[in-house]
């Protein structure tokens, strides 16, 4: 085999380390960007939050108010390596992002740091009950190894087989020990607790309310016919009960009324807050988005160890050079992110204006490209801008990307929002007859006189979506 050399010339794209952290940062949300850049806060003394004070050298604090001795920095879009030493530290606007118009006071003293009231937990609740009752050691022991064993909705998560099968065997506990705690336990409050199943729960609620009719007829069905209640079923319901519909629709509110999960009250919720990025309102008859400064950070270059590296740049100093040219990307990055963001939500908001004033079934066929397109930009880079943002609007706080979805095209030539055809599947559920529902061809129905051509399937799709129950589990008496 001959070996011989080749000449090839190729063409390839090379993200420099400014572009795939651009790149990195439009995608990240506010909360993954505020940990992002307290990061970089941590890694490099170059770069520093605009709201602290700034740090001056003994006997050089008058340098920084002489704006003569310092030029602008340059805003490159791609910066080079062989800028001159004097270009790299000379600068007076150090790079600083201030999206906020409102001063601060340092000197106010009302920010307070919110304080939450601790809420109790359903063990703690429960075992304050439990010392107030003269119980046996043993007695209290057992009642509290049930205690352990409850669901967050209050519910025994085992039967009283499996927590004796957990005990040891040296303690020699006998079942009816176990069913005299469980007794114990069924009667601390909330009442309803420690029950085994939601129809005993129900029992327990309804055990010390007088016998009425409607009060038995509700113990019958808790009892023994539960699901068909959950079934709507409620021709069988009255056959086997031998009642008629008045009593039966007694019955069904009593047990509405009731509290199938008496622990839920208690459980520790997850509390997530979403900041917005993007402000919506409406100035003069048009409607504006404009940016949250809440949501950015204020960010600039560390002038002291800037100045400390512009006046020993001879002795050389790289490693705080790259620093501040890092601190520099980091700073031009985070504002062309929220640039993008606000060019994409005004073109959203541009296109979708007739949801802000009519909401959603004034919804108007939207995809990625179509923004694309009027931004100039690729359809990726409209993917990642819309992940994770939000707007506040009058109608509610939206992600940017609830603006997108399918469409469906209507006998007239045009285009319906898969949005607007759930507003309206909505409104008809919302307006039917509990007594006689829409089904879902009742509802493919109504919409093609409309002018909107959906398939029953379709229908029960975004019924689905919207977790609208079928047409049975609708029906009311």
Known sequence: MKQSLQLKLTQHLALTPQLQQSIKLLQLSTLDLNQEIERFLQ???????????EMHMPGEASDFSNGDSRTEVQNETAPTEERSASDEFASDDWGEINYSNTPRDDDDDSDYSQQTAEIPT????????????????????????LIDNLGDDGLLSISLDEVLETLPEELEVEMEELRIALCYLQNLEPIGIGARTISECLMLQMAPMPTTPTVRLARQICERHLDLLAGKDYARLKKLLGCDEEALRSAQYLIRSLNPRPGAEFAQSDNRYIVPDVVVKQVKGAWVASLNSAAMPRLRVNRMYANILQQHRENGGSQLAMQLQEAKWLIKNVEQRFDTILRVSQAIVDRQYRFFEHGEVAMRPLVLRDI??????????????????????????????????????????????????????????????????????????????QGINVARRTVAKYREAMQIPPVNQRKSL
């Open 43 to 53: 890694e490099n003394p170059m770069l520093e939050r605009a709201d602290e004070p």
């Open 122 to 145: 359903l063990r703690d609740h429960l075992e304050d009950q439990l010392r107030l009752l003269p119980l046996e050691t043993r007695d209290h022991a057992l009642v509290s190894i």
């Open 372 to 449: 694309a397109e009027v931004l100039d930009l690729h359809e990726s880079t409209i993917s990642r801008v819309t992940t994770q943002k939000f707007m506040f609007t009058p109608r509610g706080i939206f992600e940017l990307k609830y603006f997108f979805g399918s469409h469906v095209e209507t006998e007239a030539g045009g285009e319906c929002s898969a949005i607007a055809i759930k507003a309206l599947i909505k409104q008809l559920v919302g307006n039917e007859d509990a007594k006689k529902p829409l089904s879902d061809s009742a509802i493919s129905e109504v919409l093609a006189k």
